[in-house]
């Protein structure tokens, strides 16, 4: 277990994003960041809605949903879409800002790696094409080193090579 990151002066910088957008800084808004803050794991909305209930607040989907634009607005929160049929989201000022992930399709255990090389890979091939970066993205699927040593094996989809069978 990691220890719990300091969730405070982020929900402190997102009240603020509130009142500058003219937004109410309702408890309900607060419980959320505070729980999406508090965190370097990246948290679907069910998991979003037990922790805010284990913290003592019932706060409906909508508005976690409504809450969760705002923060992904505000740029102090991203939303990944794994392919899982649901989203997940994650302090974007975490310890670690700059990463990317591993997700494995056994367990749904998300592991981040940042790589130095990557950034220059990148660097590199935008220079190339003159094109302006707004982020970057790298997903690795596949089986976590625990699901692997389990014997947790994946189902094929499709086609392994569709030349061979034209
Ligand atoms: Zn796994
Ligand atoms: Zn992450």
Redo the contacts with the bound molecule.
Sequence with gaps: MTPPVAAVPFVRVFARYLREQGLPVTHQRIAVADVVFGT?E?LSVDQIEGRVRDQGDRIGKATIYRTLDLLVRSRLV?E?DFGEGFKRY?HRL?R?PE???LICLGCDK?T?FHSRELKKIQDQAVAEFGFQPTRLSLEVYGLCAACHEAGVELPDYGLTCPIDSV
């Design positions: 370097d990246h991203a990944h994650e975490s670690q990463h990317e992930h998300v981040e």
